[in-house]
């Protein structure tokens, strides 16, 4: 049973442009949703996350928005560089589930010249 | 410069084997995970430990086991029940073990059968 739906699996975004990646969900208990980014031969790491009290949240060139009554939610990418080029994973958790993060299933996002 | 430590980056295993993954961290951690990494599969939690000598079950325990014998340390083994053990296997820790705590992953190991 997937909980977090992730879309696309990959994207190719030209250098400047804007990267979007998409994340719908199931569990109405999901109150936290972060999103990691993992290089090749790396582990993933925390990029921004967002709780459903706010409908958008920016930092830098990365945005979270976040639909609730939708339950969907995505990464946009402003003025996207080759150097962003990474998988990027959605994640999220249950108030009172600790730490426990259900992941999507991954976007690898290029970005070319 | 502290971090988490996976040992060895790739592994293979035998028919039959048991193997074991290293996962050391020196950032004085409360909390480390398990998880496996399959191409359009995502992440997913096989175990976890929240203190020293407790650990539970994640949501794909089977044919795995696991140790905490050390705070720093949490050591997984594959068994030979796990039969379809090729993956990436990723470690990862948590300073305590509220939910907005950051994730932090060490580099993984590739393991393989032969």
């Excluded at chain 1, 990691?36 to 790491?45: D, I, S, T, V």
């Excluded at chain 2, 295993?13 to 990494?37: F, I, P």
Aim: one cysteine or more; aromatic letters at 12%.
């Amino acid at each position: 049973q997937q909980q977090v739906k992730q879309s696309p699996q990959s994207l190719i975004v030209q250098k400047g442009g804007i990267s979007i990646i998409n994340c719908a969900y199931e569990n109405t208990a999901f109150d936290y949703f972060p999103w990691y980014q993992q290089f090749p031969g790396k582990g993933p790491a925390l990029l921004i996350a967002i709780r459903p009290d706010v409908s958008e949240k920016k930092e830098g060139r990365f945005t979270i928005s976040f639909n609730k009554s939708a339950k969907q939610f995505s990464l946009h990418i402003m003025d996207s560089q080759p150097g962003d080029s990474a998988t990027y994973f959605c994640a999220a958790s249950e108030n009172g589930g600790g730490n426990k993060l259900t992941f999507g299933t991954g976007t690898q996002l290029k970005v070319e010249l | 410069d502290g971090g988490i430590t996976q040992s060895p980056k790739y592994l293979f295993r035998k028919e039959g084997q048991n193997v074991t993954l290293s996962c050391e961290q020196n950032l004085n951690h409360d909390a480390m995970y398990w998880y496996r990494q399959d191409p359009g599969q995502g992440l997913r939690l096989i175990y976890y430990s929240q203190i020293v000598n407790d650990f539970q079950k994640g949501d794909i325990a089977e044919g795995y086991s696991v140790s905490r014998e050390k705070k720093e340390s949490f050591p997984l083994t594959v068994t030979s029940a796990q039969k379809n053990p090729t993956a990436f296997y990723l470690c990862a820790s948590t300073l305590g073990t509220s939910q907005s705590e950051k994730l932090f992953f060490g580099s993984g190991t590739q393991l393989s059968v032969l």
